[in-house]
């Protein structure tokens, strides 16, 4: 082969790789079969997989693909004045291997749901009731805010840090969709702050460039997960 045309060849390999190969970089899997819904007593056995086996086809019925989970509000009764209401696979089995799930978050007047990311799923926002200050912050730490109001969206891609927060003195009210059966939840103050074993107090302050009795002091706001 002349060695002018082996540069055409690698290009060409490469774009046929990133094609193939780009299936994989969706939320889940794609499914093998009509549906598989999760059977939730093979978790008593030794058998782990990546998602839920499936229950016999035979032993499926309507009410696997069925849930009013979302049709009541949460309580926001709690210090950040919100409430996450989740209808993943854990809750919902008949989203097993589905790629999809949905969350309800309900906002006591000017709650927060605290910065957090969804290491598996981008999430897109829709707005029932009231109005919300949200943002994004990029691996460059760039963030992208805005005010999404009744009937509008917005999308937290996948993996970012992001927040909402209640604007107004009413509470709100907003249906978040992902990509992924189940997106995971990582809470920043959280993963900081009440994991256990506990992060080590003089990381968090050479981190924070804090001092380590405010680093303690935080941590006792946060029971240990």
Avoid at 46 to 60: M, Y
Wanted: net charge neutral.
């Amino acid at each position: 082969m002349a060695p002018k045309q082996l540069p055409a060849v690698l290009l060409a390999a490469c774009a046929t790789l990133l094609a193939l190969a780009a299936p994989l970089l969706a939320g889940d899997p794609d499914m093998l079969q009509d549906f598989c819904v999760a059977d939730y007593k093979s978790l008593n056995g030794p058998l782990r997989l990546n998602g839920f086996p499936c229950k016999r086809p035979e032993n499926v019925t309507a009410d696997d693909f069925f849930s009013s989970a979302l049709a009541l509000p949460g309580n926001t009764g709690n210090p950040v004045g919100s409430a996450v209401t989740a209808a993943n696979v854990e809750k919902l089995p008949g989203l097993n291997t589905m790629g999809v799930s949905m969350s309800r978050v309900d906002y006591a007047p000017w709650g927060v749901n605290p910065p957090h990311t969804h290491p598996r799923a981008t999430e897109i926002i829709y707005v029932l009731e009231g109005s919300l200050d949200v943002g994004f912050v990029t691996t460059a730490g760039k963030l992208f805010a805005r005010t999404v109001c009744k009937g509008e969206l917005f999308v937290f891609p996948r993996g970012l840090l992001h927040y909402q927060k209640n604007n107004g003195d009413a509470p709100a009210v907003a249906i978040s969709a992902f990509n992924s059966q189940l997106p995971g939840t990582q809470s920043l103050a959280l993963a900081l702050f009440a994991a256990s074993p506990p992060v080590p107090t003089d990381v968090l302050a050479r981190a924070l460039q804090i001092d380590g009795s405010l680093v303690e002091a935080i941590k006792s706001k946060f029971p240990p997960m």
